[in-house]
């Protein structure tokens, strides 16, 4: 037994001597770990810095150089989209910020019918033309210091014959002074979602900081012809207007910058421009059938240039796309019982034209759905959203919409809910 003790104790003895020996070890290559890595720590440190190297993914591409057109065209910036939906179908440099000459006019005569639209002022109110209006160069109605014209012929002088002059008595007429409308126009454009414009005046006369892109012009284009009454300028290939003051009355005529009014079909606007630094610039307006689409071509180097480029876009459009009308502005597309409303009957209708551009053949595919709110609240404006309707490209859903009031509609009186209660139950 003494011997078995002892051989068991000397056992124990050298699992011990060797778990000593194994935690020494450990230790040591833990320790030198240890030196070896503060030792490339410090060599680190004192390594020239290097950037991270970014890898460039889709998504971080500009969504322009994502939406490459099959195509070039001969203008420093390039693009064209459906007038209804904003779709763009062609763009090229189309963010890029550059001079816009008298293409600048298409805000100048958003605001101003804009304000028509809001009552305001009138198409028919006399402006009497300032010292200041009658003092600009350019393109202009020679008008002179104190005689007056009505809002509707300054406005189709500066449509048809981009009077520089006519610009500065709309601006005054409607603000106050021009440097109070082109803040209003810096301000239109934030509303209207131009990201790459800034107006420092209002005709587009050269001048630094004032820039725009053919995107942003496209936008405020497409806003402009909301406007029916701006048609007839646009499309007008010649007119006449009387100026000058009582005794020394002249006749002025107006011809169209714009030739592709008459040079290519459907085109119904909008604007020209052109200064040296600019070039040749262009936002037209064309529509065929159902489809109506806005090219902008800037910074060409030629009048003829400027027009065969947009013709072109414009060729490119008609030929690939097609519109499918949903609704016409005002289309009745359901008619509702208010309960305790007077009237108690309401149509629901559209706020504006509802249309998809699709490619050729693909009209087939379009569907809609009208979805009503479950309650309507009263008293209800005219106007007031009070449904949806929902756009469908198979069983995709690509588009939604807000379904309006035709009228407005009051709380019937305690009387009035007495008779309908009476009718009921008899």
């Not at 440099?93 to 028509?116: G, I, N, R």
């Not at 002059?165 to 005054?172: F, I, S, T």
């Not at 796309?321 to 289309?331: D, F, P, V």
């Amino acid at each position: 037994m003494k011997l078995k003790r002892k051989a068991q104790k000397a056992e124990n003895a050298g699992i011990k001597e060797r778990f000593s020996a194994a935690k020494k070890k450990i230790f040591v290559t833990v320790l030198g770990c240890a030196v070896i890595l503060c030792a490339f720590v410090g060599i680190s440190r004192n390594l020239p810095k290097q950037d991270p190297i970014e890898l460039e993914t889709v998504a971080d591409s500009p969504e322009e150089d994502q939406q490459k057109g099959p195509f070039e065209v001969a203008a420093k910036g390039a693009v064209l989209i459906d007038a209804d939906t904003g779709k763009v179908l062609f763009q090229q440099a189309a963010h890029e910020e550059l001079p816009l000459a008298s293409v600048t006019k298409v805000m100048t005569m958003l605001l101003v019918m804009d304000a028509v639209d809001s009552g305001k002022i009138t198409l028919e109110d006399e402006v009497t033309i300032s010292e200041r209006a009658a003092s600009m160069g350019g393109s202009q109605m020679y008008m002179e210091f104190g005689e007056t014209h009505t809002v509707e012929e300054l406005l189709r002088g500066v449509a048809m014959a981009s009077a520089n002059d006519g610009c500065v008595a709309l601006a005054e007429y409607v603000a106050g002074s021009e440097e109070i409308f082109v803040e209003r126009m810096n301000e239109k454009a934030k509303e209207l979602g131009m990201k790459d414009s800034h107006f420092v005046n209002t005709n587009g006369l050269p001048v630094a900081d004032h820039y725009s892109s053919a995107y942003d012009i496209a936008l405020m284009s497409k806003e402009l012809y909301k406007y029916e009454a701006t048609h007839e300028w646009f499309t007008t290939w010649q007119s006449s207007i009387t100026v000058g003051l009582p005794g020394k009355e002249k006749e002025f005529g107006l011809t169209n910058t714009n030739k592709l009014i008459k040079q290519y079909q459907g085109c119904n606007g909008i604007k020209t421009g052109f200064t040296a630094d600019a070039g040749y610039c262009l936002s037209a307006s064309a529509t065929r059938g159902d489809t109506h689409l806005i090219a902008v071509a800037l910074g060409c180097e030629t009048s003829e240039i400027r027009n065969a480029e947009i013709s072109k876009l414009l060729d490119y459009g008609f030929a690939n796309y097609e519109t499918c009308i949903i609704a016409e502005k005002g289309q009745v597309m359901e008619t509702i019982k208010v309960e305790n409303g007077n009237p108690q009957q309401l149509n629901v209708v559209t706020d504006r034209r509802i249309t998809v551009l699709t490619e050729k053949g693909g009209k087939e595919g379009i569907s809609s759905k009208v979805k009503m709110d479950k309650k309507v609240p009263l008293p209800l404006k005219k106007g007031a959203e009070i449904g949806k309707i929902n756009i469908y490209q198979g069983e995709d859903k690509i588009a939604e919409y807000p379904l309006v009031a035709e009228i407005a509609v009051k709380k019937a009186s305690f009387g009035e809910l007495a008779k309908r209660m009476i009718k009921k139950i008899f």
